[in-house]
């Protein structure tokens, strides 16, 4: 292999690595843990059939998503509206109030994690968090190191929750019978970790990723896929882990509060299986994930907003995320939600708005060739897209009801 090969056989490999993690570190962030931790507290061993249907669920969208932004090689809003004319704007208008939704629920994510580890008041942790993100994302060498550290803690994260899981004691054999023979079925929290996963932002982060990083075109197809399909494989099995903890800790008879307004219930769940010292973990955990999903989410969002005028520029788009993680302060602090109901309420959202985003991409992949450099789309995988669309569609209409219920009651 000659230089030039393996230095772009190594960059390659790099994009890949940067793609999944971007994607598993936005999925595995305090929506993940604080979702997981309240569905499993209120449907019990019945949530197994959730956890793997959203599995399922994320594959088909993220292979589908992944594959064709890389082959476009377009973004998401500038793709939609080359193919639809008008429709990107509309998809970027959803995606930012969605990533607004989802600071929101991060910023609610780090307070409630400074409340763990020191007892600070959520409100007060949430508003030295953010202002903490905005102090890392406008320094550059910050943001370096904050990236280095959050592969530590996103280690240790994982470490947790199988330690976690391994002292509990979940009854496996009833979690693994009603993973296909639920008692009952609740589309709300379907629709609502499938939004916290692969919903709003999520969807399209990694993808971008690997188009700034130029992994692109056919030549590249078989790779994105394995990246794709790698990332979901990660969030999969740390979720039902992360569940079988949790329903270890619920089938021993502690009972877990989700509804008051301190409430935090993966922390709850964390200190009944590990103790204080692991209560404390947890804490550190949760808010350094919370501080870097405040980034993740608010930068995601403002790329989207270069689709309304080319004249934007890196600088204005710097401006932009700083101020939006302002303005989801600002509305934290006024809400006066809970919360573990502003991050359950944020995955909630943004699965309800994931339906239109992949109908543009399923449309794309079954009649527009040309954008792909004819390429042609796998049916199989175009025929289990349109599927899933179709599902998606029917799970929204199903519990937007109940996601809308559950903010308004809170």
Not at 23 to 48: D, K, N, R, V, Y
Not at 241 to 260: C, R
Not at 383 to 401: D, E, F, H, Q, R
Request: glycine content about 12%; proline content about 3%; hydrophobic content about 55%.
């Amino acid at each position: 292999m000659t230089q030039t090969a393996l230095e772009f056989s190594k960059a390659r490999r790099s994009s890949l690595i940067a793609a999944i993690f971007m994607m598993a570190t936005s999925a595995i962030g305090p929506g993940f843990l604080t979702q997981t931790a309240t569905f499993t507290a209120t449907l019990g061993a019945a949530f197994a059939f959730g956890i793997l249907a959203s599995i399922l669920i994320d594959f088909v969208v993220q292979l589908n998503v992944w594959r064709i932004v890389t082959l476009t090689r377009m973004r998401a809003a500038d793709l939609a509206n080359t193919a639809i004319p008008g429709s990107g704007y509309v998809l970027a208008v959803l995606v930012i109030f969605g990533g607004l939704v989802f600071s929101l629920g991060n910023i609610a994510g780090a307070g409630l994690g400074l409340n763990a580890l020191i007892g600070l008041d959520p409100k007060w942790g949430g508003a030295l968090s953010a202002l903490v993100a905005i102090g890392i994302f406008s320094s550059h060498r910050a943001g370096v190191a904050m990236d280095r550290i959050m592969i530590v803690l996103g280690t240790l994260k994982i470490g947790l929750i199988i330690f976690a899981a391994c002292s509990t004691h979940p009854p496996l054999g009833e979690a693994l019978r009603q993973a296909v023979w639920p008692d009952f079925v609740d589309f709300a929290a379907i629709t609502t970790i499938v939004g916290g996963t692969v919903g709003g932002y999520i969807t399209y982060a990694g993808a971008h990723r690997l188009l700034d990083k130029g992994t692109v075109g056919v030549e590249n197809i078989d790779v994105v896929s394995k990246a794709a399909l790698t990332g979901i494989l990660v969030t999969g099995v740390a979720r039902y882990v992360l569940f079988l903890a949790i329903l270890g800790v619920v089938a021993s008879g502690v009972v877990i509060d989700v509804s008051g307004q301190g409430a935090n219930p993966a922390a709850q769940a964390f200190g009944a299986a590990a103790g204080e010292a692991g209560l404390m973990v947890f804490g550190l955990v949760l808010w350094a994930a919370g501080i870097s999903s405040v980034i993740g989410a608010s930068y995601t969002s403002m790329s989207f907003i270069t689709v309304f005028s080319s004249r934007i520029t890196e600088r204005t788009r710097h401006l932009a995320t700083v101020g939006f993680i302002l303005v989801a302060l600002a509305v934290y602090l006024t809400a006066g939600k809970p919360p573990a109901a502003l991050l359950v309420f944020a995955g909630g959202f943004n699965g309800l708005i994931l339906p239109l985003g992949l109908s543009i991409f399923m449309y794309v992949g079954w009649r527009r060739s040309d954008l792909m450099d004819g390429y042609h789309y796998p049916r199989w995988l175009l025929v289990l897209g349109v599927l899933t669309c179709a599902l998606s569609w029917y799970m929204a209409y199903k519990s937007a009801g109940a996601i809308f219920a559950f903010i308004n009651a809170a």
